[in-house]
């Protein structure tokens, strides 16, 4: 194996196929010219009753190119010498694609025949990476495709084609030269133009074959996401931040931090971690298929907000996602994932309410289980359940046997002592509005419910420990609580994040059917 640092990779390196989209797409369709001193006409020849024509030579063929005769050379195809080129992305998301390069000897036996055949490795990522020489024994090659290198974030899949060029012009010109390129479909980061590629693909007779692959996860299919846990005024930060530039955690911080609706402000570590997974997310995807955050939490500058009065001046929490939304998402034909909590998705002023006023039906609302009040309950129907898989997405809810589930007689997903009513609330309104709230919480008033497994072992999760490390942090976090409520803040402290798993049920840690 030769490994080269990429500063001394002088050419660059793609073209797996020829319509291979690079970062910045042409204005028009191009036209592409090449020669070649050598064309390849693969022939099979049968008579007027279909039967094969044996035994031809070359003065039975006559080729022409704009009417002139061209001298013709027949060789057999399976007796012709082979140098295949195996181009194998590590880099990106070639990463995930390790274990299926594993068997690839037997491929290449299989592609070279009966005749004399060589093969060799390259592998790229955002440049040319390790180079595994030719050799006739293909066997020697095992440990190029079962322990690769794992490469950088990039695909320059069309620098690599040119590159390899270099690598397979210079075999005898009796011998096919082929070239296995396993790759993504799209470019990303390479220098060379893909006139050029094809240019240079034809004067040298490289024949090539393409497998790709999807650059995106299998269950990763969203472009865009829309949060409420995160300040629009840091919009610029966070498109930074999950792009890939380095951002000083204390700017970084005022995405979540700085939110206007969350008291004291965004704790948990869940929240928080989804950014940082977005990012890395994205440094395995080309740029044309990156996942785009919008902040949803209205704008605010608490460094202007001295009293509780002050707050009316910020926009409402459903009024500005909803008109986020449908300029930048739905006007454009665009989809989203939106996470945003229950109380959002409900009633006459809600979120969902005030974008399907102008766009009916956009809203497919999915409830995670996170099991009844009571254990049993809980264990009674996820018993009902055991045949699903350890993840599922179940719909519909309402109007099924799964809406009977959810309303077992004495189950329910919260509890009266879970609320705080006004001394004039009847108990005819405190009933609806528990009876409200354990619909929207068990997944009926959604679309589908989404089934993450028991709720004994569902946890919780760990906070972020900002607020009780950073004093100077929490200050000012104390100082917004104190505008809000009217109270001092004594939460959280370091004995609220324990190490251990916190569950989300009262009875969490315990297995259903044993103590």
């Known amino acids: 194996m030769i490994s080269m640092g990429r500063g001394r990779w002088v050419a660059s390196l793609f073209v797996a196929q020829l319509t291979f989209a690079q970062n910045a797409p042409a204005p028009s369709t191009p036209e592409i010219r090449t020669t070649s001193t050598l064309v390849l006409v693969p022939a099979l020849v049968r008579s007027a009753s279909g039967e094969l024509l044996l035994g031809l030579n070359a003065n039975d063929f006559s080729v022409t190119d704009n009417g002139v005769e061209q001298k013709v050379t027949l060789e057999e195809v399976e007796r012709q010498p082979v140098s295949i080129l195996v181009v194998m992305q590590t880099g990106g998301a070639g990463t995930r694609q390790f274990e299926n390069y594993r068997n690839l000897p037997i491929l290449l036996d299989a592609m070279g025949g009966s005749a004399k055949h060589e093969a060799a490795v390259m592998t790229f990522d955002s440049a040319p990476e390790d180079l595994f020489p030719f050799v006739s024994n293909t066997a020697r090659l095992k440990e190029a495709f079962a322990h690769p290198h794992e490469g950088d974030h990039g695909a320059a899949v069309l620098d690599a084609v040119n590159y390899a060029i270099d690598l397979l012009k210079d075999k005898p010109a009796t011998t096919r030269r082929i070239l296995l390129l396993l790759s993504q479909p799209q470019d990303d980061g390479s220098k060379v133009q893909a006139e050029e590629v094809v240019r240079r693909l034809g004067e040298n007779n490289i024949t090539i074959f393409s497998v790709s692959f999807s650059p995106e996860k299998t269950w990763l299919k969203v472009g865009n996401v829309v949060v409420e846990f995160g300040d629009a005024s840091q919009q610029e930060t966070i498109d930074r931040y999950i792009s890939g530039e380095e951002i000083p955690y204390e700017q970084l911080r005022k995405v979540w931090a700085d939110t206007a609706g969350w008291v004291p402000t965004v704790t948990a570590l869940g929240y928080i971690n989804f950014y940082a997974e977005v990012r890395a997310a994205n440094l395995n995807l080309p740029r044309s298929q990156r996942i785009h955050v919008l902040l949803g939490d209205p704008p605010i500058d608490w460094s202007k907000i001295e009293t509780r009065a002050d707050l009316s001046r910020v926009a409402d929490r459903n009024q500005y996602p909803a008109d986020l939304i449908k300029a930048n998402l739905l006007a454009k034909k665009k989809r989203a994932l939106i996470i945003y909590g229950a109380g959002h998705l409900s009633g006459d002023k809600s979120l969902?309410?005030?974008?399907?006023?102008?766009?009916?039906?956009?809203?497919?609302?999915?409830?995670?289980?996170?099991?009844?009040?009571?254990?049993?309950?809980?264990?009674?129907?996820?018993?009902?359940?055991?045949?699903?898989?350890?993840?599922?997405?179940?719909?519909?809810?309402?109007?099924?046997?799964?809406?009977?589930?959810?309303?077992?007689?004495?189950?329910?997903?919260?509890?009266?002592?879970?609320?705080?009513?006004?001394?004039?609330?009847?108990?005819?309104?405190?009933?609806?509005?528990?009876?409200?709230?354990?619909?929207?919480?068990?997944?009926?008033?959604?679309?589908?419910?989404?089934?993450?497994?028991?709720?004994?072992?569902?946890?919780?999760?760990?906070?972020?420990?900002?607020?009780?490390?950073?004093?100077?942090?929490?200050?000012?976090?104390?100082?917004?609580?104190?505008?809000?409520?009217g109270g001092p803040l004594t939460w959280p402290s370091a004995a609220d994040n324990p190490a251990s798993p916190r569950y989300f049920r009262s009875y969490g840690g315990f297995e259903v059917g044993r103590e």
């Open 352 to 485: 969902k309410t005030l974008i399907e006023q102008s766009y009916p039906g956009s809203f497919f609302v999915v409830t995670p289980y996170f099991g009844f009040t009571d254990r049993s309950c809980s264990e009674a129907f996820e018993r009902k359940v055991s045949d699903w898989p350890k993840v599922a997405l179940v719909t519909p809810v309402r109007k099924s046997s799964l809406e009977n589930e959810m309303h077992a007689p004495g189950c329910h997903f919260v509890s009266a002592s879970d609320f705080t009513f006004d001394k004039t609330a009847t108990e005819a309104q405190k009933a609806e509005v528990i009876a409200d709230t354990d619909d929207k919480l068990s997944g009926v008033a959604g679309d589908a419910l989404l089934y993450l497994g028991p709720a004994s072992r569902l946890t919780q999760s760990p906070l972020a420990p900002d607020l009780y490390l950073d004093t100077i942090f929490r200050k000012e976090i104390a100082r917004r609580f104190q505008i809000v409520t």
